[in-house]
């Protein structure tokens, strides 16, 4: 999807997607240490960003629309932190090699196969050795509840894909579950998710 895409989608005073930070990134925080180095990959309007930067972490968010990367260093401001932003297709983005402590993925399901496999294949080369994915997504029973998310099955997670992408990793916790979100306008209501925590040997 285009950085024109998401601009529009992005260009109203409201977060649609809120201020407060995915309930999942939020119940790791205990993996979140002061001063380590954490990538919030299409952070979007910043909600996990900034959450992980108030909790000490020096914090680069990515994402492909400059609109939505103004209102996060709006809310940054606001909640008296700094994040690092860059304006960038993650789809084109030059993953540095174990850069990272921590990488946040939460609901990066934009991209389709093949497309989707450099992302993985990006989040595996820029984490440093023991460091951490918390990754949250849909599972294709998605499509049922339309609560969020593309309305493709192609896009969705399921615990043996995760496994795939990384089963050579300690897999900390995967999760399958149907959980009530409420995050801003455009993730509101009953969904089919799946959750990940995995360390890199």
């Given at each position: 999807?285009?950085?024109?895409?998401w601009?529009?989608?992005?260009?109203?005073?409201e977060?649609?997607?809120?201020?407060?930070?995915?309930?999942?990134l939020?119940s790791?925080q205990?993996?979140?240490r002061?001063?380590?180095?954490?990538?919030?990959?299409?952070?979007g309007?910043?909600?996990n960003?900034?959450?992980?930067?108030e909790q000490g972490?020096?914090?680069?968010?990515i994402d492909?629309?400059?609109?939505?990367?103004?209102?996060a260093?709006k809310l940054?401001?606001?909640?008296g932190?700094?994040?690092?932003t860059?304006q960038?297709?993650?789809l084109?983005w030059?993953?540095?090699?174990?850069?990272?402590d921590?990488?946040a993925?939460?609901?990066i399901?934009f991209?389709?196969?093949p497309a989707?496999?450099r992302i993985?294949?990006?989040?595996?080369r820029?984490?440093?050795?023991g460091?951490v994915?918390?990754l949250?997504g849909?599972?294709?029973?998605?499509?049922e509840?339309?609560?969020?998310g593309?309305?493709?099955?192609?896009?969705m997670?399921t615990?043996d894909?995760?496994?795939e992408?990384?089963?050579d990793w300690?897999?900390a916790?995967?999760?399958?579950?149907?959980s009530?979100?409420s995050?801003g306008?455009?993730?509101?209501?009953?969904?089919?998710?799946?959750?990940?925590?995995?360390?890199?040997?």
């Amino acid at each position: 999807m285009s950085a024109d895409f998401w601009n529009e989608r992005f260009a109203t005073d409201e977060y649609i997607f809120g201020t407060a930070p995915n309930v999942f990134l939020a119940s790791q925080q205990a993996l979140v240490r002061p001063g380590m180095r954490a990538l919030a990959v299409a952070d979007g309007e910043g909600r996990n960003g900034v959450w992980l930067a108030e909790q000490g972490a020096s914090v680069h968010a990515i994402d492909v629309s400059p609109l939505a990367l103004e209102k996060a260093q709006k809310l940054a401001a606001e909640r008296g932190v700094t994040l690092e932003t860059e304006q960038a297709d993650i789809l084109d983005w030059q993953w540095p090699e174990a850069a990272y402590d921590l990488v946040a993925a939460i609901f990066i399901q934009f991209a389709p196969p093949p497309a989707r496999d450099r992302i993985i294949a990006g989040i595996r080369r820029t984490l440093k050795p023991g460091g951490v994915l918390v990754l949250q997504g849909y599972t294709p029973k998605q499509l049922e509840f339309g609560t969020g998310g593309p309305p493709s099955a192609a896009n969705m997670y399921t615990a043996d894909l995760l496994r795939e992408w990384f089963g050579d990793w300690e897999i900390a916790h995967l999760a399958e579950h149907e959980s009530f979100i409420s995050e801003g306008s455009h993730h509101h209501g009953m969904s089919a998710l799946i959750d990940l925590v995995a360390i890199k040997p």
